[in-house]
Every structure is written in structure tokens, then in C-alpha cells.
């Protein structure tokens, strides 16, 4: 089956397909025409869907998507500026989290949802690891402050940067700065070598965050656990990480404990207008 099909009889000729095609694989030779494909059209598409997803008519199918297959788009669901404002506002690092843990079907979802992020050149590279076990997080958190230790030793100067000697402070104190007993933690890692693994990770665990503070869960990133997990090779182990990946991204994961009912100040943007 060919990658790409065009039925002439739904096709209005409107051209959009070829506007939104992002390699410019579709082609017209006069606006009266259906479409074409370009003869290396399969060695350049990025299989993103754009142009079975855009088609009004549903005229354009690849061989792996159909328009009957995209989910299409319900108006009663789309936000008003001021709802995602007020969303998008209210979303908070959550460091303080309930015991219970987060049902498997949620996770699952946070996973769908954060799939569906952009990704360079449309590669979703993403790979993840779930920690669902509340005490194989508690665990990587020790394996972490085994890795601060070394630091704090070995590199004073980057251990004061960042702020190590409290984070092991606070542990000989009881308090774990790494993972904030949360009860899952969530890491999304990818071939070492994709040049843009830290932007697709850190924009997939983005939205993965979002869906998540609108599902009522708690979310905060892992600086120290990602970090640690891609220089300290007893920890990328104990992660069962495959090598040749790294780690993108970490992420907390659990209920909240408290809400917040007002929106902290943030810097206005510092811009130079051209
Ligand atoms: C890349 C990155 C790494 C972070 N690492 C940690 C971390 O290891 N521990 C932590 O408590 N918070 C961590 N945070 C959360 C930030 O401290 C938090 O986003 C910031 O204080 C702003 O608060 P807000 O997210 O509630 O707006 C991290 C955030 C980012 C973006």
C-alpha cells in the first residue's frame, strides 16, 4: 500500500495539505489539481499526521492513519484565555505529598498525554521508567546521596552551586530533598546521542505535569535525580536504564497534600522589543 493516498472525490482541491505538510513532501501543480507526493516523499515525510489531521474533507490517508482514526475535535472542550490562564497559572511544584499512591490507570494516562508533546523532527524518542514502588523511590533517593557525597568530596565548588551540602544536610536530618517522598517518580530517558533529547524530555514531562495538575495530582521535577542518574553510573544501574540512554527528565509524582489558593509573583518578561 502506498504511504499516502488522496481520494479525488472528497478532495476539494483547497490546497491546505501542501501548505501545512512540514517537509514538503505534498505538491501541487495547479490549484485545479489533486495533489501529489513527491517521489522521495517516504524517505522525507516525518509521519506527523499534520496532513491527515488538517484535511477538512478527510481526503488524505496514510497507510498507517486514517482520518476516521484521529479523534476529532469537540468545541465544547476548548479553553477560554481566561481558563488557561487561570490553569496554566496555578500550576505548582508540589513537594509535599499524601501517602496514597496514584492508581495505575492514572499514570497510564499522564504517559498517553505526555506522548502526545512535540518532539524535534517528530521523533518521540521518549523512553519511560515508572517507579511505582514508594520504597524503590526512597532507595534511588540513597543512591543519590551516595552521589552528593562524592561531589561534596570530590568537586566542592560545583556541590556549592548546587547547594548539595544542605540537600545532605537535610537527609542526615530525615528530610529527602531528592525525591520529597512522593511516591512515584517518573523518568523519561532516550538515545544519548539525540541532540534534542533534553528539549523533547523536558516538553513531554512538561505536559505529562499539566494533565497532571488537572487530574488533582501533585507534580515536581527531579532535578537531582535525572542529574545524578547521568553521572553517577551506580545510580543509572540501579534505574535499570538501558546504556546507551540517558536520562532527560525526572519527575515527581503523587497527591498533594495542601492546594494552593493563590498564585505566587513571577518576573515580568525581561524583552527587547526589534
Ligand atoms: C529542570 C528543573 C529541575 C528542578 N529540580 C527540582 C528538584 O530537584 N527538586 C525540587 O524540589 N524542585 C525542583 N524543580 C522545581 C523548581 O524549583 C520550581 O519549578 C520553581 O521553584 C518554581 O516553582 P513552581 O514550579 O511552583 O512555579 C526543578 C524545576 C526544573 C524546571
Redesign the pocket.
Known amino acids: 500500500m502506498p504511504l499516502f493516498t488522496i481520494d479525488p472525490d472528497k478532495c476539494n482541491r483547497d490546497g491546505i495539505c501542501v501548505s501545512e505538510c512540514p517537509s514538503r513532501v505534498i505538491l501541487t501543480e495547479s490549484p485545479k489539481d489533486v495533489p501529489i507526493f513527491a517521489p522521495d516523499a517516504e524517505e522525507h515525510c516525518l509521519q506527523c499526521g499534520h496532513c491527515v489531521s488538517v484535511c477538512p474533507e478527510g481526503a488524505l490517508s496514510l497507510s498507517w492513519l486514517k482520518p476516521d482514526e484521529c479523534p476529532s475535535l469537540d468545541p465544547k472542550l476548548l479553553l477560554t484565555p481566561d481558563q488557561a490562564e487561570q490553569f496554566l497559572a496555578f500550576r505548582?511544584?508540589i513537594?509535599t505529598f499524601r501517602k496514597k499512591p496514584v492508581e495505575r490507570d492514572k499514570l497510564e494516562k499522564l504517559l498517553e498525554i505526555a506522548c502526545g508533546a512535540p518532539s524535534a523532527k517528530n521523533a518521540q524518542p521518549w523512553h519511560w521508567l515508572v517507579v511505582e514502588d514508594a520504597a524503590q523511590v526512597r532507595h534511588l533517593a540513597g543512591i543519590v546521596m551516595d552521589w552528593v557525597r562524592m561531589i561534596i568530596r570530590d568537586r566542592p565548588e560545583v556541590a556549592e552551586q548546587m547547594k548539595l551540602p544542605r540537600v545532605l544536610e537535610a537527609w542526615e536530618n530525615g528530610d529527602e530533598?531528592i525525591c520529597?517522598g512522593a511516591p512515584h517518580v517518573i523518568v523519561v530517558h532516550g538515545d544519548k546521542d539525540w541532540p534534542f533529547g533534553s528539549e523533547d524530555g523536558a516538553l513531554a514531562l512538561s505536559h505529562l505535569d499539566l494533565y497532571a495538575s488537572a487530574m488533582g495530582l501533585g507534580t515536581?521535577?527531579?532535578?537531582?535525580?535525572y542529574t545524578a542518574a547521568n553521572n553517577y553510573p551506580p545510580l543509572f544501574e540501579a534505574m535499570g536504564l538501558p546504556s546507551g540512554h540517558r536520562a532527560y527528565g525526572a519527575m515527581m509524582v503523587g497527591y498533594p497534600k495542601f492546594k494552593y489558593p493563590r498564585i505566587p509573583r513571577r518576573n515580568p518578561p525581561r524583552v527587547v522589543w526589534a
Do not use: N, P
Open positions: 505548582r511544584s513537594r530533598r520529597r515536581c521535577w527531579g532535578g537531582y535525580l
